[in-house]
């Protein structure tokens, strides 16, 4: 695996694997890995000839009290596993790199229908931010497909809503979520969590699934799911952000006529914000 940090030479490798006929595959990442980031590249390797994963904690999705500066930076870690999941090429610009004209005045791509929900309203721009940086990993490395994880349903549904409307053509593959044996959803902002919030973090994942089950079961009165199950998580000591039932391709507010439905939470457990969801098919169930 080689590791580059200008655009130069990124383009350089990725021409010569396409010379050579190879189809192309895309991981983006922040960086600080984990076993999730690493099916990631397995993925892109079971589905592309040659796997590009980049590197970049970009500061246009950070909001002005977020974790920019704290994010932690681990290339070495990152690079051998990277390495062992099967990757190809590394990309690891610097800011200046990615941005060289400063980002003020920017040039910035906004999928305005799906950007404004969820996590969009708690974190103004940041969904504007993601749509940016990915457009122009997308510019830079024209791949045949990109991995993206389900964690972040929404994000995964801001990708695929920025391609559809901008014909850009990539594939984008979702890559189920990777989860510890107690059900917490892997994620780099994990290690932030002291031994006791480690323990109480899997709940929320526990309150997805006693949603999903009462839904399966019948259960159509989706505002009173959630005044449960939103008092209960801010009982454990959670600070919820939302908890919302929503239809899975729209986002919108799911009614007892869809079939197709996403659950997804966010909350706080201390200064560490964690999300999660599930995503839950209905056609055949009754």
């Known amino acids: 695996m080689n590791t580059v940090k ?24 922040m960086g600080n890995l984990h076993s999730g980031h690493a099916a990631l ?92 940086v990915v457009s122009k990993l997308f510019n830079m490395i024209q791949p045949d497909l990109a991995i993206f994880g389900q964690k972040d349903f929404q994000q995964l549904a801001v990708i695929r809503a920025m ?9 984008i593959i979702g890559e189920p979520t990777v989860r510890a044996e107690d059900g917490l959803a892997l994620s780099s902002r994990n290690g932030y969590l002291t031994e006791e919030q480690r323990q109480l973090a899997p709940a929320l994942y526990r309150h997805l699934n006693e949603i999903a089950q009462a839904i399966k079961a019948g259960e159509r009165d989706y505002a009173g799911l ?25 986002l919108l507010p799911a009614t007892a006529d869809d079939r197709d439905l996403v659950i997804l939470v966010a909350a706080f457990l201390g200064a560490t914000r964690l999300i999660d969801n599930i995503h839950l098919n209905l056609e055949g169930s009754f």
């Open 6 to 29: 200008t655009v130069r030479e990124l383009r350089a490798a990725v021409a010569r694997a396409r010379s050579e006929g190879k189809q192309i595959g895309l991981v983006p990442t």
């Open 41 to 132: 590249v397995t993925t892109a390797a079971q589905q592309a000839d040659f796997v590009v994963a980049s590197i970049f904690v970009n500061p246009l999705q950070f909001g002005a009290n977020e974790d920019l500066d704290t994010y932690p930076r681990t290339l070495a870690a990152d690079q051998e596993t990277f390495l062992q999941a099967g990757c190809n090429l590394l990309f690891a610009p610097t800011v200046e790199e990615m941005y060289p004209n400063g980002m003020t005045g920017l040039t910035r791509v906004t999928a305005a229908q799906l950007s404004n929900e969820l996590c969009g309203s708690r974190r103004p721009g940041h969904f504007d931010g993601v749509t940016t």
């Open 163 to 171: 391609v559809l409307d901008l014909n850009i053509p990539v594939q």
């Open 226 to 250: 959630v005044r449960h199950h939103l008092a209960q998580i801010e009982a454990k000591g959670f600070r919820p952000d939302y908890l919302e039932i929503r239809q899975a391709h729209t």
